[in-house]
């Protein structure tokens, strides 16, 4: 082989090596596994990797697991409650994979495609994940009627919260957050609408009535202030006002038929 082309072919497998030493490299924030002998042996043939893997021999494979937070958007289902009253769920979550659990998630989700990091984690959600969380409303639902799921909704999203997160760790990922998008059913929204709408208009009448009652009760103070004022000049009231004058009078007064009073000046 003539020198010239014997320097191409150490230059292409060289090249080939290069690329395939970059190609075989664990990304950060990934966990690299890597299979050996076609898995054949089971869990002994997966084993957690950092850094770059050389050029992997037959029966050899690099899986990377992503480390970073997830978010999951499982389509939107009906669940009953225990007195067949129907709700529909539209959950969301956010996820993470376990970190150290890198093997773990390979060997026991191979089987679902998880040879691209970018479609591991969907192909994961849809076959596993999701069906969890539909479980769980599921389930939990079937623990409360209808009227008590309305009036505990928070206990019922903290009871599938905190089972979600039991079962995802069963399954090597961390839950981070859950939303629920829980409705009730039409017919109720209708009932508590109606119910809202009367207990306002109820409140409504109670106010008119205690304004109205308000406004008589000044309607009589008033007609009796006008009508004491109008008797100002009755005898009794002339009496009483003459009276008080000669009691707070400073003269000396001297009653002489028991009717007409003389009045003296201060001596």
């Known amino acids: 082989m003539k020198p010239s082309k014997l320097l191409h072919v150490v230059l292409f497998f060289s090249l080939v090596s290069v690329t395939a030493c970059t190609c075989n490299r664990v990304l950060p924030n990934f966990e690299g596994v890597k ?11 997966f084993k957690a ?3 770059a893997q050389g ?3 037959p029966g050899s494979e690099l899986f990377q697991v992503p480390m970073w937070e997830q978010k999951a958007d499982p389509s939107e289902v009906n ?12 959950p969301t979550y956010t996820y993470s994979a376990v970190r150290g659990q890198g093997v773990e998630i390979i060997f026991h989700y191979k089987h679902l495609g998880v040879t691209d990091p970018n479609l591991m984690m969907d192909n994961i959600e849809a076959n596993v994940l999701n069906q969890i969380v539909v479980n769980a409303y599921r389930e939990e639902g079937r623990s409360y009627s209808t009227d008590s799921l309305m009036n505990n909704l928070n206990s019922f999203e903290k009871a599938v919260e905190k089972r979600l997160r039991e079962e995802f760790a069963g399954k090597y990922f961390n839950l981070l957050t859950l939303t629920s998008g829980l409705k009730p059913p039409a017919s109720m929204v209708a009932a508590i609408e109606k119910r809202n709408n009367a207990i306002q208009q109820a409140e409504q009448v109670k106010n008119e009535l205690e304004v109205a009652r308000m406004q008589l009760e000044k309607a009589k103070i008033e007609a009796e202030a006008n009508r004491v004022k109008a008797s100002g000049l009755e005898p009794r009231v002339l009496q009483e006002q003459w009276i008080e004058a000669i009691r707070n009078t400073s003269n000396k007064v001297i009653i002489t038929d028991g009717k007409t009073p003389v009045i003296l000046g201060n001596q």
């Open 79 to 90: 669940i009953t409650a225990r007195d067949a009253g129907s709700f529909s769920v539209d």
């Open 35 to 45: 299979m050996e002998g076609y898995g054949r042996n089971g869990r002994e043939d």
């Open 55 to 57: 050029i992997l021999g």
């Open 49 to 51: 990797v950092t850094g």
